[in-house]
Structure formats: structure tokens, C-alpha cells
């Protein structure tokens, strides 16, 4: 049986994990999940188990927890003083990219209370609104259009810097600031205490005291101005009991930077084991800021990162105009995007956006819906039909009602569902704080444990080598090699990867892509070419051949806007055919064209055109012309001076590489499925064709969104590759994005793998990479922790009673060092 409980006095994911351990030591129950964010327990029991029996586990941990039955409303028994409340507001702009606190956001920019991490701004669908100048009067500033009251001249919407863009230039310059400081400050440190290694001597300058506290003054702006952060989020992952490679570094060097001040200030007390041939203590400054500065180059890159993720949702945003054509009691006025209410009459015009969602009220057009659909061709309008915020108006002018504004136009539907898919996508766990989360626990043990048995059984001065063992221990635990680890592999990889035409944004993509079950691609310009080309000329009529058709049709559809006349044209002209003059040409909206070509009467258009003219195709002909369109194909019928003369068929066709592809994915256990906004009969030819495992037409933005939701809800690992702005929200919302470099930028930037060339092959080179990646970065956290491991117990003393060898610290330094080559070493050879 299953039961859902609330669970109050959960904070972080720390947390969860925790509770989701007691609960699950109760005898009788099988199985707890808690979501976060809405602190709910679902638990699995083989029977009933009164909710006392789980109050009393929660107790025993010390009572920080509780649990009740679903729909009772507590107050949590130790809320968190740090946080405000007016900092949980809901309608808060800032939330913590680790998702402490489940869903709850911040009104200002800052660190997470929980962990400390930089919180990120959840971009809005709204803006705050244009602001109208002068250009020759700048101090001339309103929410609205109009005349300058000083010059007369038209107001201009102003170029403000953007508030959002403002404050994630000013937080990265910040970052950079400080990582250029500690960098300056690290070398020399380095320099100082790799010297003699390199064949450098110093002691004729100063003695080895002088350069010690050189060291000190060089390190310590790195410790509290560069990297404060960081040992405020270890001290947090410790408060927390959630220790993961913050706590790691926080200790590490934490501890290398205050022994090596000890050392500095009372070096007589230290045995002679601790000490340099020159009797100087030796100093681990260099440990310290060596490793801070890595990881501050890491938080550098992802800040950089991190400031382009919401380019996807600001490329939305730029869909929508600013200004929109009103008429109201009949006067036309042009007023700003936020003052379009509802049911008021816009008028667009040729080659405009439209402003919002409506219904066409006067007159009709062909619009481009390409950017919500993934469709290239145009949609044929009329009164009546409905039209969407965002897409682009073709060449007539129409009058439409507005019918949903704001947040309930679509395109803000898109944007909540990018900001929604990327904050509730739970970043996935690092393998080093995976191994940090049993690696520290087990080191403070063993510096514990070595101070209280050199405290009570060591020779004099016992607190002395209680504290330096203890201390020693934390420092070659001190995981150096562990800031390399992940990026040298990912950097390595990164590049390889850039090489073979695959762009990676962040390191989850390559961690995520060697683990994907299932492949969800979109149709057009992912599968096939993404724009119409000729596929087939036919002729009717013993009088006109192929050639003279198509020269026809290619001379008449030369004066079209129309991709599918595009294609047409093109066509010919890849033939050599040459285009010749047209007269009296005509474009009947959602019907065709006509004109005078070589003092013929030509037309050529869809079944609507033939009724127009009165005409019906004869019966023999019906069969090859639903064959093409099974098959996908949009036809077109050529009519010469009142008789169908014959037919041009034009498709999206299939990329050569992506036959090859699929296969090769689906043979290594990949399920692969089509997710298009096209027509069912296109659908079912490129499936049927490709042999995928399945596919779903018709699909607006949202629908596309939610399968990938439905499918990891059903613990399928998913991939997404499509290329257009309506494949933005299942983009962000997949385990990995992948995105078709020939594509929109909207749909690159919501992606967290874009394919430079487009072509699906890629997607199996990036599953090799991912591979050989992850594979190459176990190996590296081998040698980053391998030293570590086997120097810790030496560190403590274990080889003193036997050898009365304590760890040199030249050794230690070795080792470390060793660490670091070997993990440089083994990252090089992923080229």
C-alpha cells in the first residue's frame, strides 16, 4: 500500500535525503520518495504502519522533522532566521540553481542562505515597459509614443541598459575581478614554493622565514577577498550535514592555510620531521591557493555560462513587438505592447509581427508560423481563423481581434515553460561531491581520531603531534588534483568535441548523454532539410512536357514571396532552365498565382485554384497525386489557358545522414521518437521511411513539452533534438537539449548540446564523446583520491610505532603534485 504525509522542517536536498533514509529504516516500509518542493512523502509499506510509528524515527534523529497526514497545515518547528520572509515571496525573481529550497525565490540578487550558490533570475514574460525620448531632447522621457514637447519631433523608444543584463554583467565582472586578483597573488605564491624544484634559488635574496611570510601576505587576500565564498558554502554544507567538495576544499585548505601560519608564528614546537633542511617548517600556502584559484576559474566559466541561459528566453521575448496598431472608435493609434487590452482591433500590416493571440476580423493573408510551428510554410488566414502572438504577417494587410494578452498569449506560455523547465531540473550530482560525500565524513574521522591517540599515547610534546597529525591528515586529504578531475577531462573533451562539429554548453550534457534510453527528435530541419525543394514534375497533357512545365510554373512563381515558388524556382534553374518574363501577374491569397507567360495564360496552385477555375482533375490522375501526398509531398497543379496541363510536387526532404543515424542509435538500444507540429500524413511517411519507434503529429509547443515530461516520468532518460523556437520548452525540459546549429537561436541557446553542421550523425558522435568523457573522468577522480587515500593513514602516524616515520611534508607535497600530473596526464590522452 502507499501513503502521501507532509514532512516539515525539510530545508535542502541534504535534507530530503535524510529523512528519505529514516523513514525508510522503519520496519514495513519498502519504498519513500519526498518531493522538496512541495514537502511530500510518498511511502510504500507492506501494511498499514500508524503515522506514530514514523513520528518517533524523526524524533530520534533529534526531533529536527516531523511528518503529517497529507492536508494538514503545521507550521515547521524550526524555521530558518537567516531567511526573511518577504525573501520567499513567490512572486521573487531569484531562486538557487542547486533548488535548496524547492521552488522558493528570492527579491534580490545574492547567495543562497542554504548553500551559498549565486542565485540565478527567473526571466519574465512581461516587460516593465518601453520608455519614449527625444533624440534631440533626451531629457524628454514617457511610457508612451508621441511628439516632443519642446521640438515637435516623433518620440523614439529608448535603448535603456537592461536591468537584467545589468545585473548579470555586474555579478560576472565581480567574479572576474576576483579571479584576476588571486591569479595575481597565486603565481608568485607558486613560485616561492616550487622553486627549488625547478632549479631556483631564493635563500641568497632572503632567508627561507622571509619568504615564508611572503607567502603569508600573498595568500591571504586569496583566502578572504577571492575565494570568501567558498568556505562560507563549506561551513554551510557542514551546518547542514549535507558535506559534499565545498566541505572538501572549505577543510583542505582551510587547514593547509592556518597550519602554515602556525607553523610560521611557532616553528620551535614542531618536530624535526615537519621541518625543511634549513629547519623552516614546511609551509602549504601554495596548496591553499592553488587549489582555490582552479575552483574559482571553474565558478568563473560557469558564471560566464550561466549569464547566457536566459539568451533563450530573452530571443522570445525579442518575438513579441513593442508597439502595436490599435483602432479604437475608430482612430488608428500606435500604442505600446503592455496597453493592448483585450478584445481591441489591430491592425497589421505587411511583413509586421504580430502582437498578440486573436482571431483575423477583417480581410486575410498567408502568415509565417514557422517559429511556434517548426512548419516553413506559411499558413493560408482568412476571417475567422485564429492567429498567434509572435509569428510574422506575409503580404496583405488584416484586421484581427486580441484575444488573450500578456502571460496568457502563447508565446508567454513558451517562455514560463523554458523558466519552468530549467529551474525545476534538478542539477545533476558531480561525481566527486558524490564521492566527497563519503570520502569527508571519513577523513575528519581519521584527523579526529588521530589527535585523540597522538594526545594520549604519543611521545612529548603529544599535543603537538596530535595537532600536526590531525592537521596533516586534513591536508593531504586536501583533494588538489580534485579541482582538475572534472574540468581537465571536460575541457579536453569540450575541444575534442568542437572539432567533430559538437558544440557543448555545460558539463551535465556530456555526463547525461552516455545514459539517454530515449531519443526525441523534431521533423523539420532536424530530420529533413527544414525548407521545401523540388521532388516532382508531372505532365497531363501530351502538348507540354516536363521541361516546359516547369519553366512555366518556375517563370510565374519567380514574382512570389510564397518557399514553396522558392522551391519551384530553385528547381529550375539547378535544371538550367531560364526564367522568362511575366505579365499581368496576380496572387489570389491561399489559392495560387497567375499571369502571362510567352502569351500563355498560366496558373499554378492548390485544389482551391482548380474551383476557382471550374475545374476537376480527371480520375486516372487522382491516384498519383494522393500517392505523392501520402508520401508527404504538397502538390501543385499547372493550368494553361483553362486546363490542367499537369502537376509539380514539392517536400521537405530527408537529410542524407539521418537514415544512417537513427539506425546506428536504435541498434545500440536507443528509442527513437518523432515529435513534429506537421501534418499526420507528412508524419507517418518520414516514419514509416526512417522505421522509428514511434511519432506524434500535429503537436504545438506545449504538447511537445509534456511528452518529454510524460516520458522521464516514466524513467526514461531523454534526449531532445529539434532546431526551431517551438522546440525551446522540451528542449530545456529534456536531460539533454541538443540542438541543430542551422537553427533558430532561441532553440541553441535553450540546448545544452548544439550540432555545428545539424546533421543527426552527430548525436552518435556526441554519444561516443560522453563515453569516452565519463569514463576518462572516473579514471582522473582514481588519481585525484588514490594518493589521498594511501597518504591519509601514513599522515596519521600509522608507520610511527613501527619506523618512527612520521609524513614528510616534501612527500606530501609530492604527492599531490603526483595527483595533479597524473590526472593532467590521463585528461591529455582523450585527444
Known amino acids: 500500500m502507499k501513503h ?32 522538496l518542493g512541495k514537502g511530500e512523502a510518498m511511502v510504500k509499506m507492506d501494511k498499514h504502519i500508524p503515522i506514530e510509528l514514523l513520528k518517533q524515527a524523526l524524533k530520534d534523529d533529534g526531533g529536527r522533522y516531523d511528518i503529517h ?88 523608444p529608448k535603448e535603456v541598459s537592461s536591468e537584467d543584463g545589468a545585473e548579470e554583467q555586474k555579478a560576472y565582472k565581480n567574479m572576474l575581478a576576483k579571479f584576476w586578483t588571486s591569479v595575481a597573488f597565486t603565481l608568485p605564491v607558486f613560485f616561492i614554493a616550487m622553486s627549488d624544484m625547478i632549479g631556483v634559488t ?94 574559482l576559474l571553474g565558478q568563473l566559466l560557469e558564471a560566464k555560462a550561466r549569464s547566457q541561459t536566459n539568451s533563450a528566453i530573452k530571443e522570445l521575448l525579442n518575438l513579441v513587438p513593442p508597439e502595436a496598431t490599435v483602432i479604437r472608435d475608430g482612430v488608428e493609434m500606435i500604442i505600446p505592447m503592455e496597453h493592448v487590452k483585450l478584445h481591441d482591433i489591430i491592425k497589421i500590416k505587411p511583413g509586421e509581427k504580430i502582437p498578440v493571440d486573436g482571431e483575423i476580423t477583417e480581410g486575410k493573408s498567408s502568415i509565417d508560423e514557422s517559429m511556434i510551428t517548426g512548419e516553413p510554410i506559411p499558413v493560408e488566414k482568412s476571417e475567422g481563423a485564429n492567429v498567434i502572438g509572435g509569428t510574422i504577417n506575409g503580404t496583405s494587410v488584416f484586421q484581427m481581434k486580441a484575444l488573450k494578452v500578456g502571460s496568457d498569449t502563447l508565446l508567454a506560455q513558451i ?7 530549467s529551474r525545476t531540473k534538478a542539477p545533476i550530482q558531480n561525481l566527486a561531491d558524490k564521492v566527497s560525500g563519503y570520502f569527508v565524513p571519513v577523513v575528519v574521522g581519521i584527523a579526529i581520531l588521530s589527535f585523540i591517540v597522538w594526545a594520549v599515547w604519543g611521545p612529548d610534546p603529544a599535543l603537538v603531534y596530535a595537532f600536526t597529525s590531525a592537521v596533516t591528515v586534513l591536508i593531504i586529504a586536501c583533494p588538489c588534483a580534485l579541482g582538475l578531475a572534472t574540468p581537465m577531462s571536460i575541457m579536453v573533451g569540450t575541444g575534442k568535441g568542437a572539432k567533430q562539429g559538437i558544440l557543448v554548453k555545460n558539463a551535465s550534457a556530456i555526463e547525461e548523454m552516455h545514459k539517454v534510453t530515449t531519443l ?58 531560364k526564367i522568362q518574363r511575366v505579365d499581368d501577374f496576380n496572387s ?136 526551431g523556437i517551438n522546440d525551446a520548452p522540451a528542449l530545456a525540459q529534456a536531460n539533454v537539449g541538443i540542438a541543430m546549429g542551422t537553427g533558430t537561436d532561441v532553440a541553441i541557446e535553450s540546448a545544452s548540446l548544439t550540432l555545428v553542421k545539424g546533421e543527426l550523425d552527430g548525436i552518435v558522435r556526441a554519444r561516443k564523446l560522453s563515453t569516452d568523457v565519463m569514463r576518462n573522468i572516473k579514471q582522473n577522480l582514481f588519481f585525484a583520491f588514490v594518493y589521498n587515500t594511501l597518504g591519509v593513514p601514513v599522515a596519521a602516524g600509522i608507520l610511527f610505532p613501527f619506523f618512527g616515520l612520521l609524513l614528510s611534508p616534501m612527500l606530501a607535497a609530492l604527492a599531490m603534485s603526483l595527483s595533479s600530473v597524473s590526472v593532467i596526464g590521463n585528461s591529455l590522452r582523450l585527444r
Open 4 to 35: 502521501t504525509y507532509q514532512i516539515t522542517g525539510m530545508t535542502c536536498e541534504g535534507c530530503r535525503g535524510h529523512v528519505e533514509k529514516i523513514l525508510g529504516q522503519v520496519p514495513g516500509i519498502t519504498e519513500v520518495s519526498i518531493d
Open 69 to 156: 497526514p497529507q492536508g494538514t497545515h503545521t507550521q515547521t518547528h524550526h524555521p530558518m532566521p537567516e531567511i526573511k520572509q518577504k525573501d520567499m515571496d513567490s512572486t521573487g525573481k531569484y531562486y538557487c540553481p542547486m533548488l535548496c529550497e524547492g521552488d522558493k525565490k528570492y527579491d534580490k540578487p545574492g547567495d543562497c542562505p542554504k548553500c551559498g550558490m549565486d542565485l540565478v533570475k527567473e526571466e519574465a514574460s512581461s516587460s516593465s515597459g518601453t520608455i519614449y525620448t527625444c533624440p534631440m531632447h533626451p531629457e524628454i522621457e514617457q511610457d508612451h509614443p508621441g511628439s516632443c514637447p519642446k521640438c515637435g519631433m516623433d518620440l523614439e
Open 202 to 295: 631564493l635563500s641568497g635574496i632572503r632567508n627561507e622565514e622571509t619568504w615564508g611570510w611572503v607567502q603569508f601576505a600573498l595568500s591571504t587576500p586569496v583566502i578572504f577577498y577571492s575565494c570568501r565564498n567558498f568556505f562560507i558554502r563549506g561551513y554551510k554544507s557542514i551546518v547542514n550535514r549535507s558535506p559534499n567538495m565545498w566541505t572538501l576544499i572549505t577543510l583542505g585548505a582551510g587547514a593547509a592555510y592556518l597550519f602554515s601560519i602556525f607553523a610560521l608564528i611557532f616553528p620551535e614546537i614542531f618536530p624535526d620531521q615537519f621541518k625543511t633542511e634549513g629547519g623552516v617548517v614546511h609551509l602549504y600556502f601554495e596548496a591553499a591557493v592553488v587549489i582555490l584559484t582552479l575552483i
Open 415 to 421: 517562455i514560463d515553460m523554458v523558466n519552468k523547465a
Open 520 to 577: 526525441v527528435i523534431d521533423k523539420t530541419g532536424t530530420i529533413t532539410q527544414g525548407k521545401p525543394t523540388l521532388q516532382h514534375v508531372e505532365s497531363l497533357n501530351d502538348k507540354y512536357t516536363t521541361q516546359e512545365i516547369l519553366t512555366l510554373a518556375a517563370s510565374l512563381e519567380h514574382n512570389s514571396e510564397h518557399p514553396l515558388a522558392h522551391a519551384i524556382v530553385l528547381g529550375a534553374e539547378k535544371k538550367g532552365f
Open 588 to 723: 489570389i491569397t491561399g489559392k495560387g498565382v497567375t499571369g502571362k507567360v510567352a502569351e500563355l495564360n498560366v496558373a499554378i496552385g492548390n485544389s482551391k485554384l482548380l474551383e476557382e477555375f471550374n475545374l476537376r482533375l480527371e480520375t486516372k490522375f487522382n491516384e498519383e497525386v494522393e500517392k505523392r501526398q501520402l508520401e508527404g509531398e504538397t502538390v501543385m497543379f499547372v493550368v494553361i489557358s483553362k486546363s490542367i496541363v499537369g502537376f509539380i510536387s514539392v517536400a521537405d526532404s530527408i537529410k542524407e545522414a539521418s537514415g544512417l543515424a537513427i539506425k546506428t542509435l536504435q541498434d545500440q538500444g536507443l528509442e527513437v521518437i518523432m515529435l513534429t507540429g506537421d501534418n499526420k500524413n507528412t508524419a507517418q511517411a518520414v516514419a514509416n521511411k526512417l522505421g522509428l519507434d514511434g511519432y506524434e503529429a500535429d503537436l504545438l509547443p506545449e504538447h511537445k513539452y509534456e511528452k518529454v515530461k510524460e516520458l522521464q516520468r516514466e524513467g526514461k532518460i531523454v534526449a531532445m533534438a529539434g532546431d
